[in-house]
C-alpha cells in the first residue's frame, strides 16, 4: 500500500478498516442523562461486545485487516511530551470547571502507565465516585451538583465513521454535533498526527475539527473517484459542506462533485448513511420515507475557489444515473416498501449497509423484510447480530471506517 489512506468508492474491496470495541463506557450510561449523551436506551455491554466481536470476525474471514481505534490512540502516544500533551488536551475539553480538579485528574491519568489503559480510561469518562475527594469549587460545578460524573463517558464511540471520514487518500477530521463527541475527535487527530503508519506521510486534511460548522462522518459517502455525497441533517450544516467541498477542489484530490443531500433535521434519520447506501456499482438502499422531499444539489468547482451550487430538479434515481455515468439506478427500499416495516427497520438500521465488495454488504439480522429485498435484487449479505448494538442508532456503516478500499476497474 503505497498510501495509508485509498477510499474513491462506497464499495470497492475493503482491505483495511478501523473499530472501537465498546467498552466499559457503556455501563457509565445512566437513564436520566440519555440525551444529554445522544443515547435512547442502554445497551448490555457483555452481549454488544459479543456482537461487536462476530461483527470483526465476519470482516476478518472476508479477509478484511481489522484495526482498533483505541490501539492506534495508544500506539500514537510515542513519547512522554505527545502523552502529556494528549492528557492536557484531553482535560482541556472536559468540560471541569475547577482548576483544582482538573490538576488532581491530570495526577490520576499521568500515574497510569500503560498507553492503552489510559486511552480505555478517557473513553470510559471519570465519575465522582472515583474521586472522594472531590470538591465544589466552581459555579459550574454547583449547577451540577447533583451530575454523576466529572468527565463525561464518550458512549458513541463504537461509530468510528463519525468523528472523521476518509476520502480519497485524505481525511475529513470532524467538527461534532454535540460536546459530548467533539471530544472523540482528539482520537483521530492523534492517530493522523502521531502513529508510524500515518505520520508524515502526508494524509491531506480536508476537514478540520477547530472548524466552528458541524459535519459528521455518518453524512459522507464517496460514490466514486468523481462524487462525493453529503447529508444536510440533524448533523450536519450547509456551511460545513462548502467548507468542505472547497478544501476537496483546491487539494486536488481527484474530486470534482459534491452532491448535497438535505435530508432535514431529524433524530430518527441522523445521518445521511442511516437513510442511503451504495452497495454495488447501480444500487443503493434508501428509507421510502426521504422520498418525496429529497432535494439535491451539485456543488462543483467554478475557479478561483469559487463553487458553483445548482439545485438538481429531476429523480433520485436520474441525479444518481447522470453523476456516477449510468444508464440507470436501483433504489431497494427499506421495509421492501411497507411503510409499517419501513420504519421499523429504518430505526433498527435497516438501510445501514457495510459494502465490502462491489454486491456484497454486511447488515443486521433482525431487519428481514429488508434484507429479503436485497438479496432478491441479487446482493449477497452477510449476517451479524446487533440486538445490543443497534440500541446507539446504527448499524455496520456507522460502526466501520475504512482506511483503505482497492480502487474499483469499472
Not at 26 to 37: G, K
Not at 103 to 115: Q, S, V
Not at 297 to 318: V, W
Amino acid at each position: 500500500m503505497s498510501k495509508p489512506i485509498n477510499v474513491f468508492s462506497e464499495i470497492g474491496k475493503l482491505k483495511t478498516v478501523m473499530l472501537h470495541r465498546p467498552g466499559k463506557e457503556l455501563e457509565n450510561l445512566m437513564p436520566d442523562y440519555l440525551e444529554r449523551l445522544l443515547f435512547d436506551d442502554i445497551p448490555f455491554l457483555e452481549q454488544a461486545q459479543k456482537e461487536h466481536d462476530n461483527f470483526a470476525e465476519v470482516l476478518q474471514k472476508k479477509g478484511v485487516e481489522v484495526v482498533y481505534l483505541e490501539d492506534l490512540v495508544a500506539e500514537s502516544l510515542t513519547n512522554e511530551e505527545i502523552r502529556i500533551q494528549f492528557i492536557d488536551q484531553y482535560l482541556s475539553e472536559a468540560g471541569i470547571g475547577s482548576h483544582a480538579v482538573k490538576e488532581k485528574i491530570k495526577e490520576m491519568l499521568t500515574a497510569i502507565k500503560d498507553e492503552r489503559e489510559l486511552v480505555d480510561k478517557t473513553i470510559a469518562g471519570i465519575q465522582k465516585a472515583e474521586m472522594p475527594e472531590y470538591n465544589v469549587e466552581s459555579l459550574t460545578d454547583m449547577m451540577e451538583s447533583d451530575y454523576p460524573f466529572i468527565i463525561d463517558p464518550m458512549p458513541n464511540l463504537y461509530f468510528t465513521r463519525d468523528n472523521f471520514a476518509t476520502m480519497g487518500n485524505g481525511v475529513s477530521l470532524n467538527h461534532m454535533y454535540s460536546v459530548t463527541r467533539q471530544r472523540e475527535t482528539i482520537y483521530g487527530q492523534y492517530i493522523f498526527d502521531y502513529h508510524p503508519r500515518f505520520a508524515g506521510k502526508e494524509v491531506p486534511k480536508v476537514y478540520d475539527r477547530n472548524n466552528t460548522t458541524r459535519i459528521e462522518g455518518g453524512d459522507e459517502l464517496v460514490l466514486s473517484k468523481d462524487v462525493l455525497a453529503v447529508g444536510l441533517s440533524q448533523r450536519t450544516e450547509a456551511a460545513s459542506i462548502e467548507k468542505l467541498a472547497k478544501n476537496i477542489f483546491e487539494q486536488e484530490l481527484g474530486f470534482n462533485c459534491v452532491l448535497a443531500f438535505n435530508i432535514g433535521e431529524y433524530r430518527k434519520f441522523m445521518h445521511l448513511d442511516t437513510v442511503f447506501t451504495m452497495i454495488d456499482y447501480d444500487k443503493f438502499t434508501i428509507h421510502p420515507e426521504i422520498e418525496g422531499a429529497l432535494e439535491v444539489y451539485s456543488i462543483t468547482p467554478k475557479g478561483n475557489g469559487e463553487l458553483k451550487i445548482t439545485r438538481e430538479e429531476d429523480t433520485l434515481e436520474h441525479i444518481l444515473a447522470k453523476y456516477l455515468n449510468l444508464d440507470s439506478v436501483q433504489l431497494i427500499r427499506c421495509g421492501d416498501g411497507n411503510i409499517t416495516a419501513a420504519a421499523r427497520e429504518q430505526w433498527n438500521d435497516g438501510s445501514n449497509t457495510l459494502t465490502i465488495a462491489p454486491g456484497e454488504v454486511i447488515v443486521y439480522d433482525r431487519n428481514t423484510v429488508t434484507n429479503k429485498a436485497l438479496e432478491r435484487a441479487g446482493v449477497k449479505l452477510n449476517y451479524i447480530p446487533g440486538s445490543e448494538l443497534v440500541r446507539g442508532r446504527g448499524g455496520p456503516r456507522c460502526m466501520s471506517m475504512p482506511l483503505y478500499r482497492e480502487d474499483l476497474t469499472k
